[in-house]
C-alpha cells in the first residue's frame, strides 16, 4: 500500500506561480510512475501532468504546457507539480497518483492504483 498526501495549495492570483507536492509513504516510489489531476466543481477530474518512474520521461496536456512542471525526487519519496502563470481557470482540488510497477504513466485516472486526498488551489482574477 502507498499513502499519497499533497500540500501546498492555496489562494493566489492570476499570473502568480505555487508548487505543490505529494509525499508518499508505505512503499518507495522508483517503481511508480506517477501523475497529477484536478478537479474543479461540477467538472471530471482531468489530467495534468504525469512522469516516469524515473523522472526521464514527462507529458502535459496542451492547456497546462508551458506553465506547469512535474518532478520527483526518489531519495524523499516525494513528486512537485510547480504551476507558474496561473489562470483562473486552473482553480480545482489538485490530486496525485501512483500506478504501481510502471515505468511509463497515461492520461487515463482509472490505471492509476492510489490517489491522495487532494489539496485545493483557488486562483483568483
Known amino acids: 500500500q502507498v499513502q499519497l498526501v499533497e500540500s501546498g495549495g492555496g489562494l493566489v492570483q492570476a499570473g502568480a506561480s505555487l508548487r505543490l507536492s505529494c509525499a508518499a509513504s508505505?512503499?518507495?516510489?522508483?517503481?511508480?510512475?506517477m501523475a497529477w489531476f484536478r478537479q474543479a466543481p461540477g467538472k471530471e477530474r482531468e489530467f495534468v501532468a504525469y512522469?516516469?518512474?524515473?523522472?526521464?520521461?514527462?507529458y502535459y496536456p496542451d492547456s497546462v504546457k508551458g506553465r506547469f512542471t512535474i518532478s520527483r525526487d526518489n531519495a524523499k519519496n516525494t513528486v512537485y507539480l510547480q504551476m507558474n502563470k496561473l489562470k483562473s481557470e486552473d482553480t480545482a482540488v489538485y490530486y496525485c497518483?501512483?500506478?504501481?510497477?510502471?515505468?511509463?504513466?497515461?492520461?487515463?485516472?482509472?490505471?492509476?492504483?492510489?490517489w491522495g486526498q487532494g489539496t485545493q488551489v483557488t486562483v483568483s482574477s
Open positions: 497518483a501512483a500506478r504501481r510497477n510502471s515505468v511509463y504513466g497515461t492520461r487515463t485516472r482509472e490505471e492509476y492504483d492510489y
Open positions: 508505505g512503499r518507495t516510489l522508483s517503481s511508480y510512475a
Open positions: 512522469i516516469s518512474s524515473t523522472g526521464g520521461s514527462t
